[in-house]
């Protein structure tokens, strides 16, 4: 079974510019988290979805960011326009649900660098 | 608050056998986790502890004491691929949606 599947692995853009992430949670799961991880501030949560309904978006740290999960099999995370702040990994993780079960699985992040 | 506390860097030499302890304070408490993750890699799952006491998984044991709000993941047998970091995680409660707060992560460095 596929597992959580990102894209791009790595984008480098340009200050100003607008970057699109893209998830696949894995199939049955039905709630979606997106995760920035950096070495300063550790593994962060952003938001997260259950059955494609945004939950708790109180990680977002500004208006430049969004997210969207128009179904179960996709989501995005956008930021516009994007600052070299904003560089960091950022990871999709789903699970079955959110509120029990303690496994979450990762996708293998996409690294963005933003000059 | 919430917060997760664990060492933020250990060594340890190849065969020997490791603790990474991790210490809580959280709203409530619904189980507590390992993760870990290579370098470039992504967090994958290891351990999970909902009750007290020791779960065992091949060469990595973990331990929960819910009075203490402690709990510590064993790593024995030591093997140079398990040079990593390993991130414990409280699943909170009502406060914080159920959802997992995580620790800073502890490296684990492995020498020959």
């Known amino acids: 079974d596929a597992g959580v599947i990102q894209s791009p692995r790595h984008e480098v853009t340009e200050m100003g510019q607008e970057v699109t992430l893209r998830c696949k949670p894995i199939?049955?799961?039905?709630?979606l988290f997106w995760y920035r991880q950096t070495m300063m501030r550790g593994l962060e949560l952003l938001i997260y979805?259950?059955?494609?309904?945004?939950?708790?978006d109180s990680g977002m740290p500004e208006d430049r960011f969004s997210a969207k999960m128009p179904n179960a099999s996709f989501s995005t995370l956008k930021i516009q326009p994007s600052e070299p702040r904003d560089s960091a990994v950022y990871f999709c993780?789903?699970?079955?649900?959110?509120?029990?079960?303690?496994?979450?699985?990762f996708g293998e992040g996409s690294w963005l660098t933003v000059v | 608050g919430q917060s997760l506390e664990q060492p933020s860097e250990v060594t340890a030499v190849e065969g020997a056998i490791v603790q990474i302890n991790c210490t809580y304070q959280?709203?409530?408490?619904?189980?507590l986790s390992w993760y870990q993750q290579h370098d470039g890699g992504a967090p994958t799952f290891l351990s999970y502890n909902a009750l007290d006491g020791l779960e065992e998984t091949g060469r990595f044991s973990s331990f929960l004491s819910r009075s203490d709000s402690y709990g510590y993941l064993l790593l024995q047998e030591l093997q140079m691929k398990d040079s990593a970091s390993y991130f414990c995680?409280?699943?909170?409660?009502?406060?914080?949606?159920?959802?997992?707060?995580w620790g800073a992560g502890t490296k684990l460095i492995i020498k020959p």
């Open positions: 959280t709203s409530g408490f619904y189980g």
């Open positions: 993780a789903s699970s079955l649900d959110s509120y029990s079960g303690n496994t979450i699985y």
């Open positions: 199939s049955g799961h039905n709630s």
């Open positions: 979805f259950n059955n494609n309904v945004p939950i708790d």
């Open positions: 995680a409280v699943r909170d409660g009502l406060d914080s949606n159920y959802q997992l707060i």
